[in-house]
């Protein structure tokens, strides 16, 4: 299985940055965009459970509202591709079985034989640490697949910002989750770095490695 060098993956994390300004004449290719949308499928969750929906906006009307709703920032408009990352509200035993179907049909497991991992989930989901928060607790799934995107954009040469600064209501109302299952959680523009964005040469700051990981 061939592997990226080391010195690879880090000349990519450190090529990623935070991208401010988008040049809005380039377009990811197909290839590399449903790369990075597998990389969404791919990412792993707490029991696999998946409690997310990602929503790629493509309509010029529906991003230049978003941007109004982004404090204006410009990478909504102007980047290739710019995606919604949306949580369960909460999770139930329903979206268990929902899961366990899926294992079943996939794995060809007869669906009787998830019966007892069917409970430990679900006693999990109602009784556990995270069952007074479910929201919460789905968002930070959710947060791990906005990582991997990210990441596999930056292996791919493909240029991302992250996005909190939204009014996550107003994303609800005018992407008609308002009533769902799913509520927004953040945002992410993936494209091209404009040449004129300075941020792309600002050094990184980060606190020093000895601060940040210790060792026991
Ligand atoms: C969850 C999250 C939300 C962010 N929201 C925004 C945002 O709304 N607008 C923006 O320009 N940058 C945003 N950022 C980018 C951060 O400011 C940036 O990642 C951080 O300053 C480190 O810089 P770097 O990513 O360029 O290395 C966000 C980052 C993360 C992880």
Not at 175 to 204: I, M, N, Q, V
Request: proline share 4%; aromatic share 10%.
């Amino acid at each position: 299985m061939p592997t990226l060098s080391a010195t690879d993956v880090l000349t990519q994390l450190n090529w990623r940055y935070a991208t401010k300004r988008f040049d809005a004449t380039r377009t990811i290719p197909a290839e590399q965009w449903a790369a990075l949308e597998q990389a969404l499928v791919l990412a792993p969750s707490s029991f696999g459970l998946q409690p997310w929906k990602f929503l790629v906006v493509t309509t010029p009307a529906l991003r230049q509202q978003l941007r109004a709703q982004s404090w204006g920032q410009t990478q909504v408009t102007e980047a290739s591709h710019y995606l919604v990352l949306t949580g369960l509200r909460t999770t139930t035993a329903d979206d268990v079985d929902r899961y366990l179907q899926r294992q079943s049909e996939v794995q060809g497991v007869p669906i009787e034989k998830l019966s007892g991992y069917r409970k430990v989930v679900v006693d999990f989901v109602q009784k556990g640490w995270a069952a007074g928060d479910l929201a919460g607790w789905n968002a930070r799934q959710v947060y791990i697949a906005l990582g991997q995107f990210m990441t596999a954009a930056a292996m791919l040469g493909i240029d991302t910002c992250p996005m909190e600064g939204i009014d996550k209501d107003a994303y609800d109302r005018t992407l008609g989750l308002d009533g769902s299952r799913y509520a927004t959680l953040c945002a992410c523009a993936a494209g091209f770095r404009a040449a004129e964005d300075k941020h792309a040469t600002a050094p990184k700051v980060r606190f020093p490695l000895d601060q940040v990981i210790e060792r026991r």
